[in-house]
């Protein structure tokens, strides 16, 4: 199935991080990304992070529903989801609902298509060249060439091929580990800065 641009699934969270339902279209989507593994029935009432295994990324998406529950302000931000053949430029929108329950939006911006690619699948290998490949922006990093787009880093070892990029570990990229909390924590100042005006105002 190919996702047009605009389009977008979105499920809801409950207090406990659990996954309380998803969208109508949320079927075709999973099917099309991960087959069966990620069906309704085999997400509802799950934990959300039975499905991140990586610590970084963990850790990351921990911050923004922390910074949403706390604030009750949304959070937008960037990232990527690509396929093999598909740049997939996505942005979630992180929204506080009630009682501690969190809806979350994912929406298609663009897509590039590209040669296929071999992907990370997030299992450390002892003899890759790339070492770590960012959960967000799905960049690789090079030892000696820092983070690069996935095309650019697997040319750029003669040696490689994809099967060489799919033995990334998964991780955040420092940027990406920057800029995305920053993207709440400027939310966060300007509800100050709304809170302030208020209380001057009056
Ligand atoms: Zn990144």
Known sequence: ????????????????????????????????????RLTPISVIGKSLWSFISDGETASLSRKILNSVRTSSVSVIAPFRCDSPTTRRFMEMSVQPVSAGRIAIRTRMLRHEDRSHVGLPDGTP??????????SWCKRLELADRGWLEIEAAISSTNSLNGAGASQAEHGICPECKTLVPSLFHADDRAAEKLADTDASGM
């Open 1 to 36: 199935m190919s996702i047009k641009n605009g389009a977008s699934i979105s499920y809801t969270l409950d207090a406990y991080d659990r996954i309380e339902s998803v969208s109508s279209n949320w079927l075709p989507f999973a099917m099309a990304n991960a087959g069966s």
């Open 125 to 134: 290998h002892a003899s890759a060249s790339f070492s770590k490949v960012c």
